[in-house]
């Protein structure tokens, strides 16, 4: 992605096709749910999208094997 491409500026529209094109490619594939790491610099490029805000919580798994 060039500058151009960014989601900061008029370079949005390109950047949002290929994030609908992966979210169809999920949806095809079984996927129920899309996700993706907040940054509030880019609330704009998430609503073009069709992503919308939710609250959720996270739990790291690595390290978390064979441990009870």
Excluded: N
Aim: proline share 7%; aromatic share 8%; with cysteine.
């Amino acid at each position: 992605m060039t500058s151009s491409d960014s989601p900061h500026d008029g370079g949005a529209e390109l950047a949002v096709r290929p994030a609908l094109a992966a979210a169809e490619e999920a949806a095809y594939s079984g996927a129920a749910w899309l996700h993706v790491d907040y940054e509030p610099h880019l609330e704009s490029f998430y609503a073009q999208c069709g992503l919308r805000p939710t609250a959720a919580g996270l739990m790291p798994l690595s390290g978390r094997r064979g441990s009870s």
